[in-house]
């Protein structure tokens, strides 16, 4: 059975954009691969986290891993600080890295170009934790949304350069990009990523919106003057938007949504789009309290390290062995 492996980093609420990009995703493989799903916790402190709403965001995220249907008994689910091995590959990864490298990394010329003055160094070297929370596992392929394509393919470069140098060690993994949905676009500025780092809280749903607030998101997301409702990410990015959304949702064909809404008012189409949300948010959020009730986390999390942790010290070992971090 091929692997897979991908991760979420709760450095705020989970929003819609993790679940159709991501979290869908991996439920879905689940079936059909051997699936590993870990939160990136370490990740998050790329940028400062108040430890007590941190904590929670733990929390609300693996339940709503498992509300959103990861199987603990199907695949391997875990945080990724359990399992120390992930930071001491990634220190060896990040001499195997160039500096110029990380330079073309998005997010970080993104921080640079807005003229960020508190860039931790963490946040500067972590594409390669990233490399190392993947090339640990050595899955075949790593199902992202489309902002995450640039780290894989640095995982894929470092990987490449760590073989020819040492020997084959590590897999090249593949990352797998979901056809609908890639790149939610924030509701109040679609030509900008729906995100949880969002400082325009409307153009954000997250998971644990109240069913209702996430509605009014819906129903005042921006749109165009053209009145029509068609796919036309360039001319009208919120309607297309919002076309995306319903198709990941409902899992109908954006060909088939625009006949139906043909010739009707953008309020109508919003209604139907902000409908399928609120079918989602009642469903995970039942769910999701459903599993704060049974108190089966903590369970959860520990028998997946110990899964985890036997990969990952197989490969740490093997990688120790190879650059000659042992003694014979
Ligand atoms: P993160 O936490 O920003 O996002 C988690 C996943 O959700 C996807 N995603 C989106 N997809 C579609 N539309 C959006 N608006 C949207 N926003 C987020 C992301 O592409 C991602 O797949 N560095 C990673 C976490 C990570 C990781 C890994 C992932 C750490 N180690 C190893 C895979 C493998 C991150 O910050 O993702």
Same mark, same amino acid.
């Given at each position: ?22 979290? #869908? +995703? ?7 691969? +051997? ?68 330079? #073309? ?10 003229? +960020? ?5 963490? *946040? ?16 075949? *392929? ?13 995982? #894929?470069?470092?990987?490449? #350069? ?14 797998? =990009? ?20 969002? +400082? ?53 064909? =954006? ?13 109508? *189409? ?59």
């Amino acid at each position: 059975m091929k692997r897979m492996l991908s991760g979420i980093k709760p450095s705020g609420q989970l929003t819609l954009g993790n679940y159709i990009g991501a979290l #869908r +995703e991996f439920v879905k493989y689940q079936n059909d691969y +051997e699936m590993i799903v870990f939160i990136a916790n370490l990740h998050t402190l790329t940028v400062y986290q108040d430890p007590k709403e941190l904590s929670q965001n733990l929390k609300d995220t693996i339940a709503l891993y498992l509300a959103c249907g990861l199987d603990p008994n199907r695949s391997t689910i875990f945080m990724q600080s359990d399992v120390m091995e992930h930071a001491q590959l990634g220190f060896i990864l990040s001499c195997n890295t160039y500096m110029g490298e990380l330079n #073309r990394m998005t997010q970080y010329k993104d921080k640079l170009a807005k003229g +960020e003055e508190s860039m931790t160094s963490g *946040f500067y070297v972590y594409p390669t934790l990233m490399a190392s929370d993947i090339l640990i596992y050595d899955p075949d *392929f790593v199902p992202v949304g489309e902002d995450q394509k640039q780290h894989v393919e640095l995982t #894929r470069d470092v990987a490449m #350069r760590f073989n020819n140098r040492y020997g084959e060690t590590f897999k090249i993994p593949q990352p797998l =990009i979901p056809k609908i949905g890639a790149r939610i676009m924030s509701l109040s500025d679609p030509t900008k990523k729906m995100s949880k780092s969002d +400082e325009q809280d409307k153009g954000c749903i997250y998971l644990l919106d109240k069913p209702e607030v996430a509605r009014k998101k819906v129903m005042s997301a921006i749109t165009d003057l053209v009145g029509k409702v068609q796919y036309d990410p360039i001319n009208q990015p919120g309607i297309a938007n919002l076309l995306v959304i319903h198709s990941a949702l409902s899992g109908r064909s =954006i060909e088939n949504l625009v006949k139906e809404f043909e010739g009707q008012g953008y309020g109508t *189409f919003k209604k139907a789009v902000a409908d399928e949300v609120v079918k989602l948010l009642i469903d995970l959020q039942a769910k999701y309290n459903d599993i704060l009730n049974q108190h089966i986390l903590d369970k959860v999390l520990a028998q997946g390290a110990v899964k985890a942790r036997v990969l990952a010290h197989q490969k740490l070992k093997l990688v120790e062995t190879k650059i000659g971090l042992t003694i014979d």
